[in-house]
Each structure stands twice: as C-alpha cells, then as structure tokens.
C-alpha cells in the first residue's frame, strides 16, 4: 500500500514590527563614519556612491545628495537582515524642507542638538531647511552650539553644494533657525 504525500505549505515568516527593532544612535553614526570621503566622481552630483544613494530616495544622478546620503545611512544602519526589515523611521527623501515638515508635524523638531540627531541648516535667502548631516558631538557655548557633524554633498569649507562627505565643525546659534530631528523619539 503506497501512502499519498501530502506537501505541507508554511506560511513565510512574519517580519517583527517596528517596535520590536530598537533604534540605535551608534549604529547610524558607525554608518556615517564608514561613508566618510565619498566623493562625487565624473561631475556635479554624480559617481557611484552618489548615485546610488540618490536612486535610493527615487531621485536622478544630478541632483543634491545630503539628505539622499541621511537616509542612506540611517536605512541601513537600522536595517536587520534577518527580518528584511529597517526600523529608520525618518521618510525616504531626498528633500531636506520635507524631512523638516515630516519631523515637525511629528514633533520631533528640537531646538538643542544631542549627538546623534539629524540636523537642518536653515537659509533664508532660499526660505527653507537645505542642508542636512548628523551631529557626531555637541558642546554648548555662550554663542550657541559647536557641533561636529557629518554630511554629504559638502566639502572643506562646509558648502551645502559641495562634492564629498566629511566631517565639519559647525556653530548652530541658540536664536538661528536649524533645527534638529530627534529621530529616536519616534
């Protein structure tokens, strides 16, 4: 007597939730620091790296590259592969206003930086957040907040249009405009 077979089907895993993957400020700056001295390469916004974290945020070679290189870092320093699955809760965008309405209408748009924070320089001729980076340290001063960050799509002198990433001293002023997005409160 032959028995039949029976093919048992089993449903695939179930990734954990999000709050089950808990945010990691070390993680997102091991990320950065690894990332340190990209550089563009064959022109303005472009090389492989540039590009790759610009298609990342659904965006052409090209364009500006700082909050393209923000979620980059951020998505997969959160990431776990063994669920498929990053718990980076800032959105996929390569646009630094709309990482600020997004942190804001969350209420995570702080005034006082911590390490580990995105921060959002703010330029007024321009009306909007437009450059971005990650605060590696802070110190506050009487003038306001000395902060070491690291950023894409700047250079030496610390231009929001530069063509690397690296690692920059910046005074945030206590009465200025940049904001800081306390991710991790998400």
Known sequence: MTLPVRTIQSDPPTPRPP???PLRTERLIAASLALNNVTEQGG????QMVELMLR???LPAGEPWCAAYVYHVGFWSQYDPAVGYSS???P???ACDLLGHFALVHGVLQHVPLRGDVFLMYFPSLGRFAHTGIVLSTLETTSGYLCTTIEGNTNDDGAREGWKTCIKSRLFP????HRFVRWEGL
């Open 56 to 58: 990342e945020v659904d």
């Open 174 to 177: 206590k009465n200025g405009e």
């Open 19 to 21: 709050q089950d993957t």
């Open 88 to 90: 980076w809760p800032l």
């Open 92 to 94: 996929k965008t390569g």
């Open 44 to 47: 303005n916004n472009h090389g």
